[in-house]
Nanobody
Framework: QVQLVESGGGLVQTGGSLRLSCAAS????????MGWFRQAAGKEREFVAA????????THADSVKGRFTISRDNAKNTVYLQMNSLKPEDTAVYYC?????????????????WGQGTQVTVSS
């Protein structure tokens, strides 16, 4: 089992930047593909970005491509989400998740463990 704790959320103005971190403990971090999802109030959880076990493979949702970048540091058991050029529609609770799948998954159902989430609010 793995425990995930997100941090780095907060309030930022439109056009600003934030970097989210997700620290993992428990089983070997490099055994997991990692993903970021978000859920805005009244909406379903949606995929944001994911990264393979070694960090060599990444995928991003079209809505964040070119603005957000996922990365990981297996030595620190941490996955990051660098968010630039933030927009009000990026406001949501952001969750990190871990998957034992070999292929980097974009579906929430493919993830085995979830963090508690961190709030990101972008003011206009």
């Amino acid at each position: 089992q793995v425990q995930l704790v997100e941090s780095g959320g907060g309030l930022v103005q439109t056009g600003g930047s934030l970097r989210l971190s997700c620290a993992a403990s428990g089983r070997t971090f490099s055994s997991y593909a990692m993903g970021w999802f978000r859920q805005a109030a009244g909406k379903e959880r949606e995929f944001v970005a994911a990264i393979g076990r070694s960090g060599g493979s990444t995928t991003h949702a079209d809505s964040v491509k070119g603005r957000f970048t996922i990365s990981r540091d297996n030595a620190k058991n941490t996955v990051y989400l660098q968010m630039n050029s933030l927009k009000p529609e990026d406001t949501a609770v952001y969750y990190c998740a871990a998957s034992l799948r070999v292929v980097v998954p974009r579906s929430a159902s493919a993830y085995d463990y979830w963090g508690q989430g961190t709030q990101v609010t972008v003011s206009s």
